[in-house]
């Protein structure tokens, strides 16, 4: 699902997502994520807000969508696209 919702951005915006998410989920190997203490969970909590803007301003909204949006993130990097 997560793939089926990238797939669909723009040419340029899907090559730069992709970029990105091969970058960061290379951060996510064991010996690098060991030295860094920053594993899928940590690296979607910070990059999450940068890929999903929230639409709204309403920060009990976007408290609430927070962790189904790092969930999302979490899910592309352990599974970055082909």
């Known amino acids: 699902m997560a793939h089926r919702i990238i797939s669909q951005l723009s040419p340029l915006h899907y090559r730069t997502t992709k970029y990105l998410l091969d970058f960061l989920s290379l951060m996510t190997k064991p010996?690098?994520?060991s030295k860094t203490k920053m594993n899928?969970?940590?690296?979607?909590?910070?990059?999450?807000?940068?890929?999903?803007?929230?639409?709204t301003t309403d920060i009990k909204l976007?408290?609430?969508n927070a962790p189904k949006e790092q969930e999302f993130i979490a899910t592309l990097l352990l599974n970055p696209p082909k």
């Open 62 to 64: 976007n408290f609430a």
């Open 31 to 33: 010996e690098i994520s």
């Open 40 to 55: 899928a969970s940590n690296l979607a909590l910070v990059f999450s807000p940068c890929f999903l803007r929230p639409p």
